[in-house]
């Protein structure tokens, strides 16, 4: 599994989580990360994503409370999750893209994909 997430648990609605990914295992060259949610119908749904330039795009239901960042020397992705929702509840998953340059949160231009870890927020 060339992605690995980790930081997923339960909280209360109003609080905050921060979810890790770890990217060692990806080969070696540039990437865009994104950070995905599994969505009503398991159709994967774009939560956030940064490109090789630094650029980022965030889905609008997430704006201002959820902060995408990586550190290139940890090779790690974060997800900083802040005012929770109930309706943030979902499993989330970590992908990665060989273009490095992208701006889109469309799952279907991300090759890697990791094996998810689950939100749970309570009211």
């Known amino acids: 599994v060339p992605l690995v997430e980790s930081g997923g648990g339960s909280v209360q609605a109003g609080g905050s989580l921060r979810l890790s990914c770890e990217t060692s295992?990806?080969?070696?060259?540039?990437?865009?990360m994104g950070w995905f949610r599994r969505g009503p119908g398991k159709e994967r749904l774009g939560v956030a994503m940064i490109n090789s330039l630094g650029a980022t795009t965030y889905a609008d239901s997430v704006k201002g409370r959820f902060t995408i960042s990586q550190d290139n020397a940890k090779k790690t992705l974060y997800l900083e999750m802040n005012r929770l929702k109930p309706e943030d509840t979902d499993m989330y998953y970590c992908?990665?893209?060989?273009?490095?340059?992208?701006?889109?949160?469309?799952?279907?231009?991300?090759?890697?994909w990791g094996q998810g870890t689950q939100v749970t927020v309570s009211s």
């Open positions: 992908a990665a893209s060989v273009t490095p340059d992208l701006t889109s949160l469309n799952r279907l231009v991300y090759n890697y």
């Open positions: 295992r990806l080969p070696d060259r540039r990437y865009s």
